[in-house]
């Protein structure tokens, strides 16, 4: 009877106060046969109560265990054999034995400091990788609900634009930047129209492709594309690409500009293009030029050759001469 109200002053002690890594993984039974023989050793009396407060203080309302027990997603099965095996024991040992509140300070002190040692050496979680998507690694273990938070993002991402040139490439990848599951499969659906609404798309392929390329892009490739992801028939995430297919018609037109001005041009007249970059002046001169170049070279040499000969001989002469008009004056003086 006595145990029978314990027990339920402790369940009820349990609804009144919130959850922590110790009540998530201990029964309250184990509790009770834990608290059992706690003594207040001022008045040397049997005292559960006082035990509770005591495992609310060192377990419940530690923050250090609290944030210990963040552990990523799958680890909560290590976190209960953590707590089990350091609390356990002491409930094997302390069961219908008196013990003062000391001792139990002392045990229960060491039992959480290695807790919370180990379980913080447990892998945690990947983060929450906004802004959709539900991201399974990202979410950690929270020891005030005994569940797993969610990242709370929803499944659709905000739609992205992409706009091609007509006959060109284009490629939509199906890409998140969380940890995925390895037995994913994935669906790409297409809508004519620019939408987010399921019931638009139509299903294009299926498997586990998570590229969808369309390698010359014609003008009925615009439209809304969405790639979803599945693990184990639930839906993990949902892209959205809304693809703008433009004609090359700028191209187009202005060759046709250029026809229409040659066109144009009064009769017989061609508009001269600059076909050749200005460097090609630098290549080799044509043959007339060549000629006529090497020709002009020939016919300095001969000139030079002339005026070699014809200079030093006309000195010669005018020297000779001036000889002969020094002997004149000679014999009109003497
Ligand atoms: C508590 O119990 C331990 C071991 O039985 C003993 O050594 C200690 O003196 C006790 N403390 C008090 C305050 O009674």
């Known amino acids: 009877m006595v145990g029978f109200v314990v027990r339920l002053l402790f369940l009820m ?3 009144c106060g919130g959850l922590s890594c110790y009540k998530c993984f201990i029964d309250p039974g184990d509790s009770v046969r ?11 009396i049997r005292n559960i109560d006082a035990c509770f407060k005591t495992l609310d203080r060192i377990f419940n309302n530690n923050p250090n265990v609290i ?3 963040k552990v990523g997603r799958g680890y909560d099965t290590v976190l209960k054999e953590i707590m089990r095996s350091e609390i356990m024991h002491i409930v094997e040992e302390f069961d219908h034995h008196l013990n003062n509140d000391t001792v139990y300070e002392v045990r229960l002190k060491a039992a959480a400091d290695t807790f919370i040692t180990m379980a913080s050496g447990l892998p945690r979680a990947s983060g929450c990788f906004p802004p959709c998507g539900f991201q399974a ?4 273990y929270n020891c005030m609900t005994c569940q797993y938070d969610s990242c ?3 499944l659709d991402c905000p739609l992205q634009e992409i706009t091609v040139e007509e006959n060109n490439r284009n490629q939509m990848w199906c890409h998140v930047p969380f940890v995925l599951p390895s037995d994913i499969q994935i669906v790409w659906r297409y809508a004519e129209i620019k939408t987010m609404l399921i019931d638009r798309f139509k299903e294009v392929t299926a498997g586990t492709d998570k590229l969808f390329s369309i390698p010359s892009a014609r003008l009925e490739h615009t439209g809304t594309y969405q790639c979803e992801i599945f693990s184990r028939e639930r839906s993990l995430v949902r892209i959205y690409y809304h693809l703008t297919v433009v004609a090359n018609e700028e191209v187009g037109h202005a060759e046709l500009q250029d026809v229409f001005d040659q066109a144009l041009l009064p009769a017989g007249q061609f508009r001269v293009l600059p076909t050749l970059p200005p460097f090609s002046l630098l290549r080799l001169p044509s043959d007339v030029l060549l000629t006529v170049s090497l020709t002009s070279l020939i016919l300095l040499l001969f000139i030079t050759i002339g005026v070699l000969y014809w200079w030093p001989s006309k000195k010669m002469d005018r020297e000779t001469e001036q000889e002969q008009e020094r002997h004149r004056y000679r014999f009109q003086f003497a």
Do not use: D
Request: charged share 10%; hydrophobic share 40%.
């Open 13 to 15: 002690s349990l609804f």
């Open 34 to 44: 834990l608290c059992w023989g706690h003594i207040l050793s001022e008045h040397n």
């Open 67 to 69: 944030m210990a027990g």
């Open 137 to 140: 690694h990202g979410t950690v």
């Open 152 to 154: 709370e993002f929803p």
